[in-house]
């Protein structure tokens, strides 16, 4: 990486538009190799097109009932947080394009992962359509309400902060698709969540590969970034109708919770990253690595608590469900 008309020192202040202009090398670098990694494939292929049939309606078709479809309960509730998140693609796209421009390396990029995300969204609104695994008419006024409400990134005011931000969150996303799978009563669902899963672990790569060169660049400012935004991390979903409450339920059935978010997502970037280990850091960054350090230790400790209460309560229903057999 070339970073020789920069000086890097302690108290060099990295403006955005310097890291921008800076990073755009390794920026182009990743591209390549996201492009010679990331392998093409057909989300019509993962969508059991001859389990569909008209809906009531236009068509009069067969109205939609629970029963029709094999997805359990708990996929189906996770099914839906995941459409909606990747729903609110134009938003994203509106955000990391205004934060990282569209012209260049930054540009094609920003190009090329709002095409591969675009897939997302098709690929599990066919399968669920097509299966009837979710109420059409809910899905829609759900997407209708997230989407008209928009979303607005945490991290907008700075560069830094939005880098390591989405090298976390493609990770947690690519947990919560996979997981998801897992619980999803189908093997169909399962595979066409891999594959999505697998295009996240690609954008996570490539984000936190970018993230590591933001840390040699700048490391003070990058591990101030990267603690404010592990400390403050919410899910992109957030303001979607009934969040809170699909959340806890996703919790609960092991598909994300605070356990899976410290192992599954937080340690294994900050780890590969070697961010606790990181020296020689000035006050700024020392104090943001002590932080980091601190509030990791809370979460795992909070991530215990939740362990034992997520054990308790499955052993009681699962008494409860012996009682009544
Ligand atoms: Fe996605
Ligand atoms: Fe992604």
Same mark, same amino acid.
């Given at each position: ?128 359509? !097509?299966? +009837? &695994?979710?109420?059409? %008419? ?7 309400? =997230?989407?008209?409400? $928009? #979303? /607005? ?68 400012? !990058?591990? +101030? &970034?990267?603690?404010? %935004? ?7 979903? =957030?303001?979607?109708? $009934? #969040? /809170? ?70 052993? +009681? ?9």
């Amino acid at each position: 990486m070339t970073i020789a008309p920069m000086q890097r020192t302690a108290t060099t202040a990295w403006t955005d538009a310097r890291l921008i202009l800076a990073l755009e090398e390794v920026v182009e670098t990743e591209l390549n190799r996201h492009l010679k990694v990331a392998k093409e494939w057909m989300p019509h292929e993962f969508v059991p097109w001859s389990q569909g049939r008209d809906f009531d309606g236009v068509l009069g078709g067969e109205a939609w009932s629970l029963e029709q479809s094999k997805v359990t309960p708990l996929g189906r509730i996770s099914l839906v947080v995941n459409l909606l998140t990747e729903d609110n693609l134009p938003s994203y796209h509106h955000e990391i394009a205004t934060m990282f421009g569209r012209e260049g390396a930054w540009g094609a990029w920003v190009h090329r992962w709002t095409a591969e995300e675009g897939r997302h969204g098709i690929a599990i609104r066919d399968y669920l359509l !097509a299966t +009837r &695994a979710v109420d059409p %008419v809910e899905l829609e006024r759900a997407r209708m309400a =997230h989407m008209s409400e $928009g #979303f /607005e990134s945490d991290n907008a005011h700075s560069m830094l902060q939005s880098v390591a931000y989405v090298a976390f969150q493609e990770l947690a996303t690519r947990i919560a698709h996979r997981n998801t799978g897992h619980h999803s009563g189908d093997p169909l669902c399962d595979q066409l969540l891999a594959k999505i899963a697998n295009d996240e672990n690609l954008h996570m790569v490539f984000y936190r590969n970018l993230l590591k060169a933001a840390l040699e660049l700048a490391p003070d400012q !990058a591990m +101030r &970034a990267i603690a404010d %935004v592990v400390i403050n991390f919410r899910m992109p979903g =957030h303001g979607m109708p $009934g #969040f /809170e409450r699909s959340a806890a339920q996703i919790a609960i059935g092991g598909i994300y919770n605070l356990r899976i978010h410290h192992d599954d997502v937080l340690q294994p970037v900050l780890r590969h990253l070697k961010v606790m280990e990181v020296s020689g850091l000035g006050p700024v960054g020392q104090h943001a690595q002590d932080e980091l350090g601190a509030f990791l230790a809370g979460l795992d400790a909070q991530a215990t608590r939740f362990d034992e209460r997520q054990a308790a309560l499955l052993a +009681r229903r699962a008494a409860a469900a012996a009682a009544r057999a």
